[in-house]
């Protein structure tokens, strides 16, 4: 079972990126995927997570109206659409998923996912 990460980079402030995370190894499509980051000297914090059965998307409260995270369960991959990038989103962006089906309240919570990716890392500078 893999999460593959990739999509990261150096972008200016105001910039865009756009993350990936496909999943191998078995289907994820009626799990949770999400996003989480740990910026340099910070705790890993929740970015977004979507459970394939709600309306939309979490995103957390930093991100909301610049990070969209969707997903393709045809590809059981998730993307992180990230714009008006900011230098405190200077970042490693982890994609995770869980084992099974996960509360609401427990999509925030990165010990709700049983597998991760490897990280990849966005750089926001000048």
């Known amino acids: 079972v893999q999460l593959q990460a990739s999509g990261g980079g150096l972008v200016q402030p105001g910039g865009s990126l756009r993350l990936s995370c496909a999943a191998s190894g078995r289907s994820f499509s009626r799990n949770v995927m999400a996003w989480f980051r740990q910026g340099p000297g ?3 914090e929740f970015v977004a997570a ?14 909301k109206g610049r990070f969209t995270l969707s997903r393709d369960k045809a590809k059981d991959t998730a993307y992180l659409q990230m714009n008006s990038l900011k230098p ?10 869980s084992a099974g089906w996960i509360i609401l309240s427990a999509m925030r919570d990165s010990t709700s996912y049983g597998y991760w990716g490897q990280g990849t890392l966005v750089t926001v500078s000048s």
């Not at 979507?50 to 991100?63: E, T």
């Not at 405190?88 to 998923?97: P, R």
């Open 88 to 97: 405190e989103d200077t970042a490693v962006y982890f994609c995770a998923a």
């Open 50 to 63: 979507f459970r394939l059965g709600d309306s939309s998307p979490k995103h957390a409260d930093s991100v």
């Open 42 to 44: 910070k705790e890993r």
